[in-house]
């Protein structure tokens, strides 16, 4: 019973309940419509035509004397019967060959895909128009064209979808045991898109309403048939007389169409809601504690006390990322955070730059540099004018990820020379002989070519040295480097922490290294805070600490890197430092 | 760059020569009785013989394919069956119309869809809520709907504008603003609200990437920020958006033409179709896949133009 899960978070919402009790109607009236009024929708009267409402006639009647409630309660046939038709020939072409293009790839997928974007970027309704010359003026073969029109938004999803899953474990597990390709795709991979396909077949169950009335608003459907879109052609040229004719089919089409797609939203909401909590902005239940100003907080260059980071849960409550964390860092000083992913240590270096997402609260304590107050609860959110006076000139950001980190589409000069402009005031001439001197600095020979490259023209190792030398170039007094050699290659992760070290010793930087690897700690660290669970668990001088951790979850961290063969970096701290 | 253009075009060309093919079998192939239908019920088997004749309809589909393909490629698609008028000089009588209404239309759409969707994604709150509230409403409300309730409310009820009739621009540029505004108003609705909730998409997947956070790090101001470098990144998927709603605007306009009864490209599609005019059909679908692919090597040359991967090649 996996799949009633998000049907059922569904109807837990208000809206829900009521699309689905309209639509449910709706279906009820198509299948039963002309049992519930004594009229015929069909039958002309000409001695009642253009009526208003009457005890007889709910609704009035239209130009041929027939009742406007009876042909508005059977149209809905007409209406489900041309959604159904579009949605089951986009089904029926859109899924199969997605499912065979994704799972074979080849010319096979080429071909499927060329089709596709042909079809999707042609105007559905003059394509519609021009084969009615072919198909005829039945509405009915019309919505089969729609349908055909629409498979491409199958088609992608599908294909999308088993393009991931085709390499997946127990994809691979069921081709091994011998199943065939067919059942492989119809158990493992329909299993995958078709909550995806649920949504989708709202959207083009509501899509395919448009098309159906608005061909029989332009009076190419048939006109003996009882429909909405009919209802609204006899309206619209009756308008100047009755224009009260089009307000029904014309409020019963956009109510059905809503119905659909609010449907579909609902179910994608469920689905998500299940996967991740919703984050909400303020909540007054959160609790943040006030924190006495620490009185040595002047004499470090940067201290952090008492901070708790948390993130509004969608029950009202709040998880806490980071519980109640000290420490500290002097001018000069190296100061290594390690801790497993989940830890906390990148939202405690994201907080000191006030670069937390949107959604993070500052539950308690406080981030003061040089005695000044970064970051506390009293003062909510620091101002995005206050936090500029330190950006990049007092503490600086060395990101993980090099490639992702740089804009592609401006050239690496640019982005070296434009926060010297504005952060230093230099100008430009200044900024971009600076700019080269930085390149030098950080080991890039040929300075002239990396600084005309765009990102995607250089190295990751390169990319990483350009975002080291960014961060270094407007002087800041502490640089906060996070996991600065996880992507590299290893012999390239040695030559960024030379780097670092030289760097520090040219500028006397304070540095916060964040990091999982006690080897990189051994390497450059004067001292280390370890973190786990959002909470500081040890910390003091590395030489202690590596040589007799006191609580277990340090020891554990030391002796996995034992394991993981990095006994080098082990015994560069043998030396000493 | 060249090179990436050239298979664009190259493509575009694939496409209409494809689509023209195919359009030309099937229509031909499907319409029977085509020389008594145009003469009418009182004709003689000898006239229709004639007329059949006339029209190169005795010949082979292929040899008729050949010959119209012939023409098609220097840009004569024959002549109507209905009036024997040239179907290039009705179909340049027509176009425009369409062309006017659905470039300014889409010039608006796209103003008011970006700065709602960049509001929307940058500032969160209510203009966010409205945003995505206006999509599903939008969604909801068909183009010839809405195009329906503004007929019905400021052209029949309250007289503020025509509800129906083209007054050329040349002739009379007030009467042609006011003949425009509502056809105009009801393509720009229709297309508006989803295209605002798509480009808020993007930017706010722009925000999200790791190049914000060290840009913003540098001290580089939020303002300059979004400005430069986030509008740009943005930039590729918010033009894709707005060249799928201008060719779904092209289809619009054929219930808004008709609503309004504008002397456009979709007034007379719905004619050709219903009079089983099929070369005036044939000109009109290739005009219109020009049009698109004309639209979509625009879009390519201003996203390679954006892209420096593409550019620099």
Same mark, same amino acid.
């Given at each position: ?46 001695? $009642? ?60 997928? +080429? ?39 629409? *498979? ?11 393009? *991931?899953?085709? %390499? ?27 909550? &995806? ?25 048939? $006109? ?73 907080? $002047? ?12 993130? #509004? ?43 937390? &997402?949107? $959604? ?16 506390? &609860? ?23 990820? &090099? ?5 592609? %589409? ?20 200044? +900024? ?13 020979? %040929? ?28 002087? #800041? ?71 007799? #951790? ?28 | ?6 298979? /664009? ?35 003689? =088997? ?47 009588? /027509? ?46 409300? =068909? ?29 009379? =540029? ?8 509502? =056809? ?24 999200? /990437? ?11 101001? /939020? ?91």
């Amino acid at each position: 019973m996996k799949n009633t899960g998000p049907l059922r978070k569904v109807l837990r919402n208000p809206l829900g309940v009521a699309v689905v009790a309209y639509l449910f109607i709706i279906l009820i009236l198509a299948l039963f419509g002309s049992s519930f009024s004594h009229w015929n929708p069909n039958k002309p009267d000409v001695f $009642s035509v253009l009526q208003g409402p009457s005890a007889k006639h709910w609704f009035g009647t239209d130009s041929a004397g027939r009742d406007v409630y009876t042909r508005l309660l059977v149209g809905s046939r007409a209406t489900l019967i041309a959604a159904a038709l579009v949605v089951a020939t986009a089904l029926l072409i859109g899924v199969p060959v997605g499912m065979f293009a994704g799972y074979y790839g080849g010319a096979l997928d +080429a071909a499927a895909s060329w089709a596709s974007n042909m079809l999707m970027s042609l105007p559905v309704m003059i394509i519609l128009l021009s084969a009615r010359t072919v198909i005829g003026s039945s509405i009915y073969s019309s919505m089969f064209i729609v349908g055909v029109l629409v *498979a491409p938004g199958f088609f992608r999803l599908t294909r999308t979808a088993v393009m *991931a899953v085709r %390499n997946e474990l127990y994809v691979d597990a069921a081709r091994v045991s011998g199943l065939s390709d067919i059942r492989i795709m119809s158990k493992h991979i329909l299993t995958v898109v078709r909550a &995806p396909i649920i949504i989708q077949t709202s959207m083009i169950a509501g899509i395919a309403i448009s098309f159906q009335s608005s061909l029989e608003f332009l009076g190419l459907g048939d $006109s003996s048939l009882v429909s909405w879109g009919v209802m609204l052609n006899d309206g619209f040229r009756n308008i100047f007389m009755k224009p009260i004719l089009l307000f029904w089919p014309a409020l019963a089409i956009s109510l059905t169409i809503a119905s659909f797609v609010l449907f579909g939203n609902a179910f994608r909401d469920a689905l998500e809601d299940s996967k991740k909590v919703k984050a909400k902005k303020s909540d007054p239940t959160i609790v943040i504690s006030e924190t006495p100003a620490a009185a040595d907080e $002047s004499r470090h260059l940067l201290s952090v006390t008492h901070l708790g980071i948390g993130y #509004p849960l969608a029950d009202g409550g709040l998880k806490k990322v980071v519980n109640e964390i000290s420490f500290s860092v002097d001018k000069g000083e190296v100061l290594g955070i390690v801790g497993e992913s989940g830890s906390g240590k990148t939202q405690t270096a994201f907080s000191i730059l006030g670069l937390l &997402p949107e $959604s993070a609260v500052i539950t308690s304590g406080r981030v003061s540099f040089n005695g000044e107050s970064l970051l506390s &609860p009293e003062k909510g959110k620091i101002s995005e004018k206050a936090m500029r006076e330190f950006r990049g000139k007092k503490i600086a950001y060395i990101p993980q990820e &090099p490639m992702s980190n740089l804009d592609p %589409n401006f050239k690496i000069g640019y982005q070296l020379v434009r926060p010297m402009v504005k952060v230093l005031g230099l100008s430009k001439a200044d +900024a971009v002989a600076k700019a080269h001197s930085l390149l030098k600095t950080v080991g890039i020979e %040929n300075t002239e070519r990396i600084f005309n490259a765009y990102p995607h023209e250089i190295s990751g190792g390169m990319a990483q040295r350009v975002l080291i030398a960014g961060a270094v170039s407007c002087d #800041p007094d502490l640089l906060i480097a996070d996991e600065p050699t996880t992507a590299l290659d290893v012999t390239i992760q040695a030559e960024v922490l030379d780097l670092l070290r030289d760097l520090q010793g040219k500028f006397g930087m304070g540095i916060i290294l964040v990091t999982h690897n006690f080897g990189v700690v051994a390497d450059l660290c004067d001292r280390v805070v370890v973190m786990q669970n959002g909470s500081v668990v040890e910390s003091g001088d590395v030489r202690t600490i590596l040589k007799a #951790p006191r609580e277990p979850y340090t020891q554990e961290l030391l002796s996995s890197m034992l394991v993981d063969k990095t006994p080098m970096t082990l015994l560069t701290s043998g030396k000493g430092k | 760059m060249a090179s990436f253009l050239a298979k /664009r075009f190259l493509s575009g060309v694939l496409l209409l020569f494809a689509i023209s093919s195919m359009a030309f079998f099937l229509i031909y192939a499907s319409t029977t009785n085509i020389a008594s239908n145009i003469l009418g019920e009182g004709a003689t =088997p000898d006239q229709i013989l004639k007329k059949s004749h006339e029209l190169g309809l005795d010949q082979p589909i292929t040899t008729r394919y050949l010959s119209w393909l012939k023409h098609a490629v220097r840009g004569d698609f024959g002549t109507s069956w209905a009036n024997n008028d040239s179907v290039v000089s009705e179909i340049m009588r /027509r176009l425009p119309v369409t062309l006017s209404l659905v470039l300014i239309a889409i010039f608006i759409a796209a103003v008011l869809a970006t700065t709602l969707g960049v509001l929307a994604a940058i500032k969160g709150g209510a203009i966010d809520r409205t945003v995505q509230i206006l999509a599903v409403a939008g969604f909801a409300i =068909p183009g010839f709907i809405v195009a329906i309730i503004l007929v019905t409310f400021l052209a029949v009820k309250a007289h503020i504008f025509p509800a129906t009739g083209w007054v050329a621009f040349g002739e009379n =540029p007030a009467n042609w603003a006011k003949s425009i505004t509502l =056809p105009v108003v009801s393509l720009v609705i229709a297309t508006m609200t989803s295209s605002a909730q798509q480009i808020r998409s993007a930017v706010k997947s722009v925000l999200e /990437r790791d190049f914000i956070r060290t840009l913003t790090s540098r001290g580089i101001s /939020r303002r300059e920020i979004i400005i430069k470098h986030v509008l740009r990144a943005a930039a590729p998927a918010g033009l894709t958006v707005l060249s799928l709603q201008f060719v779904g605007m092209l289809g619009g306009t054929v219930i808004v033409e008709k609503i309004f009864a504008l002397p456009g490209m979709g007034d007379l599609v719905v004619n050709a179709t219903a009079s089983g005019d099929t070369p005036l059909v044939m000109g009109i679908v290739v005009y219109t896949v020009i049009i698109v692919i004309v639209i979509n090597l625009v879009v390519d040359l201003i996203n390679g133009w954006l892209n420096p991967k593409v550019r620099v090649q």
